[in-house]
């Protein structure tokens, strides 16, 4: 797990995330920490976006857009 979805303006929500996640134990935030890290660093590194963008490009030089 990398986080946690809270839907945009629900307070009551985003409170209770809050908690949830000050409720961790230490090694459970870090755990997730670096899960998040992680897929940051696979989703979105220049190498990851450079290789969406062309893929993107051939997708579209080759009429499958």
Known sequence: ???FLLP???V???AAGFKR???LT???RAAMTAA???R???LYSLEAMTEATLAVYRRLLAGEA
């Open 8 to 10: 945009p303006g629900d």
């Open 1 to 3: 797990e990398t986080g």
């Open 12 to 14: 009551e929500a985003w």
């Open 36 to 38: 998040a890290a992680e």
């Open 26 to 28: 230490p090694e459970a």
């Open 40 to 42: 940051s660093r696979r």
């Open 21 to 23: 996640a000050l409720d």
